[in-house]
């Protein structure tokens, strides 16, 4: 089946520094790919919709400055959390998909943990 | 941003019991989703509805979709503790590509 690797599964970092995190699709090519954040005891809350070779599309409310997303390649993207503080501790979950509608089958990865001291 | 209530948010019952989550939006859907999370791990589907009324069974989950496309329904028949864990719905409304996720439900099955 299809696997989507995160890396790392869990990272700390003291606040001001910044953090990259890779989504990567490992037997599949993706098309789009979507990064999510998640805080204890919540839901997961999208953040960002990007698409191989183009700018990332924010949800409103995400500072794209401070999360840049990048996606080089159809089997790579990142995500860097710039001068982190304190609250962007949090769950970080990519998925990723191999078509471009809605309805097309996601991947999700594994997460990574964001504690930032 | 699509807005996916799933009620009850906290749940806890004992081996053997049966019990139903929901998950409601006013939005349509052309299709909606449910996962199963356990902590620390990303969200598993478990499945996908796409018509309305359609109804899918997973062992001893039963997953309906409602006429209208706006909400669903997961019902799980002698819960046991291997259920546990977060349960979300996710949607995705027509022409977009997002997915959305409800706000969660958090199944505590008691041996």
């Known amino acids: 089946g299809a696997v989507v690797s995160q890396h790392p599964s869990w990272v700390i970092c003291k606040s001001g520094t910044s953090v990259k995190i890779e989504c990567r699709s490992l037997?599949?090519?993706?098309?789009?790919m979507f990064w999510y954040r998640q805080f204890p005891k919540q839901s997961l809350m999208l953040m960002a919709t990007?698409?191989?070779?183009?700018?990332?599309?924010?949800e409103q409310g995400v500072e794209k400055d401070k999360f840049l997303i990048n996606h080089a390649s159809l089997t790579l993207s990142t995500l860097t959390v710039t001068s982190a503080h304190p609250e962007d501790s949090s769950f970080y979950i990519c998925?990723?998909?191999?078509?471009?509608?809605?309805?097309?089958?996601?991947?999700f990865g594994n997460g990574t943990r964001l504690t930032v001291t | 941003t699509q807005l996916l209530e799933q009620s009850p948010q906290f749940l806890s019952i004992q081996e053997g019991e049966n019990l139903t989550v929901y998950c409601n939006s006013s939005?349509?859907?052309?299709?909606l989703q449910w996962y199963r999370q356990e902590p620390g791990e990303g969200p598993v589907l478990l499945v996908t509805?796409?018509?309305?009324?359609e109804v899918k069974k997973l062992k001893r989950l039963t997953f309906q979709f409602g006429d209208a496309r706006k909400d669903s329904s997961l019902h799980i028949t002698a819960a046991q503790p291997g259920d546990t864990g977060l349960y979300l719905c996710?949607?995705?409304?027509?022409?977009?590509?997002?997915?959305?996720f409800g706000t969660g439900t958090r199944l505590t099955v008691i041996p």
């Open positions: 998925s990723a998909s191999t078509g471009a509608g809605g309805n097309s089958p996601l991947h």
């Open positions: 037997d599949f090519q993706a098309t789009t």
């Open positions: 990007s698409n191989e070779g183009s700018k990332a599309t924010y």
């Open positions: 939005s349509v859907f052309s299709s």
């Open positions: 509805v796409v018509t309305g009324g």
């Open positions: 996710a949607g995705v409304t027509t022409g977009a590509n997002n997915l959305f």
